[in-house]
């Protein structure tokens, strides 16, 4: 047997990234801990370089996922 490692997690550089969604601006981290542990490795596996690049790969990949999401969050300022 070939033993798994476990795949990369995303973590954010800063407590609070800031991202934008739909002209008005959200806390990632309470985003993303909407979803699972495979959509999150599917869209570490995209390799996103910053926290915005991370989100527009979720609303690209589950755009029903990511309006409900956003419905349920608090924009920030």
């Not at 995303?10 to 806390?27: F, K, P, V, W």
């Not at 495979?38 to 910053?50: D, H, K, M, N, Y």
Request: glycine fraction near 8%; aromatic fraction near 4%.
């Amino acid at each position: 047997m070939v033993p798994l490692e476990p795949a990369p997690a995303i973590t954010l550089e800063h407590e609070l990234a800031l991202i934008e969604h739909g002209g008005r601006l959200y806390n990632l981290a309470a985003l993303v801990q909407h979803l699972s542990p495979l959509e999150i490795q599917e869209i570490g596996a995209t390799a996103p370089r910053s926290g915005q690049e991370m989100w527009d790969a979720v609303v690209r990949r589950w755009p029903a996922l990511a309006a409900e999401i956003v419905a349920g969050a608090q924009a920030v300022g």
